[in-house]
Nanobody, 118 residues
Framework: VQLQAFGGGLVQAGGSLRLSCAAS????????AAWFRRAPGKERELVAS????????YYVDSVKGRFTVSRDNAKHTVYLQMNSLKPEDTAVYYC????????????WGQGTQVTVSS
């Protein structure tokens, strides 16, 4: 599967952005999808993930209540709605996917820059 992320940009603190990740290739519905981010000088961090059917969702504590991950398997797309953005959310965001039964995210999209100004 190939992934393409888009939707990043520059936003003021308190604002919102929605990232999208479009998947090509077959059987996207059998992949767990996730959003990672890498901030300057920091390690890559798992932000949110959603199971293949959308029924199991994970968020890192720092985004709980502000970010929402979702997917539309019919459109082969995963979304990350980001509200109440903070300067510390500034990072390059990556979408990723892993097949059912595997533990490693083996498929990655290109990053999209999110910059939150104070």
């Amino acid at each position: 599967v190939q992934l393409q992320a888009f939707g990043g940009g520059l936003v003021q603190a308190g604002g919102s952005l929605r990232l999208s990740c479009a998947a090509s290739g077959r059987s996207f519905s059998v992949y767990t999808a996730a959003w990672f981010r890498r901030a300057p000088g920091k390690e890559r961090e798992l932000v949110a993930s959603v199971s293949s059917r959308g029924d199991i969702i994970y968020y890192v504590d720092s985004v709980k209540g502000r970010f929402t991950v979702s997917r539309d398997n019919a459109k082969h797309t995963v979304y990350l709605q980001m509200n109440s953005l903070k300067p510390e959310d500034t990072a390059v965001y990556y979408c990723a996917a892993r097949r059912l039964g595997t533990s490693a995210y083996g498929y990655w999209g290109q990053g999209t820059q999110v910059t939150v100004s104070s």
